[in-house]
T-cell receptor, first 111, second 113 residues
Framework: EDQVTQSPEALRLQEGESSSLNCSYT??????LFWYRQDPGKGPEFLFT???AGEEKEKERLKATLTKKESFLHITAPKPEDSATYLC????????????FGTGTLLAVQP | KAGVTQTPRYLIKTRGQQVTLSCSPI?????VSWYQQTPGQGLQFLFE???????NKGNFPGRFSGRQFSNSRSEMNVSTLELGDSALYLC????????????FGPGTRLTVL
């Protein structure tokens, strides 16, 4: 069964303290891995799409990487405005285009 | 370019009633997917529509249904509401390619009393 597991569930960082979020997946034929950011009461905001192992993408303080079994979201020198829930999702092979989501990592960055 | 819009943003209903939620995709996007988000289950796929046809359906009861119009706008309907249907319902639109990114709307918060 296709599955996505994110860790840790929650993470508290001091401003400027870099860290990484993990997304482990089991999927039959990965078509794409997606990272989203979600603020309370809002819809998920797209961050990155990764398609193949070894791929990396960066945006400001965020960098996403992908291996055959997991993805990491690296946050460098975070600021309080980076506080949010970060969601990982995979799109499996086959006829369906649905996204399978992990339960997310709640990140709190304290000034 | 305007993002995905959903109406209404908030809705309160009682058990047994039915509800219709609306979604307008990003201009030019032809695929619309619906997801349910709850604290216990996270984000779960409901269904996807492309060119007015349902292409995929998640593991939800038949009380959940949807449709898509010729202008790509979509509606989802939940009949005979139950307390457990309280959730944030999210709509996502995609250009059309199988690996195109899905962009989400702000959601409709449904509370069933």
């Amino acid at each position: 069964e296709d599955q996505v597991t994110q860790s840790p569930e929650a993470l508290r960082l001091q401003e400027g303290e870099s860290s990484s979020l993990n997304c482990s997946y089991t999927v039959s034929g990965l078509r794409g891995l997606f990272w989203y950011r979600q603020d309370p009461g809002k819809g998920p905001e797209f961050l990155f799409t990764l398609y193949s192992a070894g791929e990396e993408k960066e945006k400001e303080r965020l960098k996403a990487t992908l291996t055959k079994k997991e993805s990491f979201l690296h946050i460098t020198a975070p600021k309080p405005e980076d506080s949010a829930t970060y969601l990982c999702a995979v799109q499996a092979g086959g006829a369906t285009n649905k996204l399978i989501f992990g339960t997310g990592t709640l990140l709190a960055v304290q000034p | 370019k305007a993002g995905v819009t959903q109406t209404p943003r908030y809705l309160i209903k009682t058990r047994g009633q039915q509800v219709t939620l609306s979604c307008s995709p990003i201009s030019g996007h032809r695929s619309v997917s619906w997801y349910q988000q709850t604290p216990g289950q996270g984000l779960q796929f409901l269904f996807e529509y492309f060119s007015e046809t349902q292409r995929n359906k998640g593991n939800f009861p038949g009380r959940f249904s949807g449709r898509q119009f010729s202008n790509s706008r979509s509606e989802m309907n939940v009949s005979t509401l139950e307390l457990g249907d309280s959730a944030l319902y999210l709509c996502a639109s995609r250009l059309q390619g199988v690996t195109d990114t899905q962009y989400f709307g702000p959601g409709t918060r449904l509370t069933v009393l």
